[in-house]
């Protein structure tokens, strides 16, 4: 069964940088889909980018582009827990939210998941403030 732990997040002034990590376990697939996704209360869930975990292929939203980095830190290792960083730099007030890693115990690649229903394994949360 593949569980996802999630850390980083909290609250930064609006320019400076946060890290969230994605830790993937149980999953049988070495090669699979890892995205972040955020949402505020109130509003739909959006994603924020995503990665083929073996592969090469990232996206990124529009608010994400530029300012946002995928990346999965031990692509080196094969076997085992595959772990996921979104760097997030000059933050601002609107990317505020509760963001969710997730990723489909299908073990599909990215391209095939194209809504947040195509996830069902998804992290705790955590939570990202920025304000002045």
């Known amino acids: 069964r593949v569980q996802l732990v999630e850390s980083g997040g909290g609250s930064v002034q609006p320019g400076e940088s946060l890290r969230l990590s994605c830790v993937a376990s149980?999953?049988?697939?070495?090669?699979?889909?890892m995205a972040w996704f955020r949402q505020v209360a109130g509003k739909e869930r959006e994603v924020v980018a995503n990665?083929?975990?073996?592969?090469?292929?990232?996206?990124?939203?529009?608010?994400a582009k530029g300012r946002f980095t995928i990346a999965q830190l031990n692509a080196w290792k094969a076997d085992g827990p595959k772990m996921v960083e979104l760097r997030m730099n000059d933050l601002k007030p609107e990317d505020s939210a509760n963001y969710y890693c997730?990723?489909?115990?299908?073990?599909?690649?990215?391209?095939?998941?194209?809504?947040?229903?195509?996830?069902?394994?998804w992290g705790q949360g955590t939570q990202v403030t920025v304000s002045a």
């Open positions: 990665i083929n975990i073996g592969g090469s292929n990232i996206y990124y939203s529009d608010a």
């Open positions: 149980g999953s049988p697939y070495n090669r699979f889909c």
């Open positions: 997730a990723a489909p115990s299908s073990g599909d690649w990215c391209f095939r998941l194209a809504r947040d229903t195509d996830f069902d394994v």
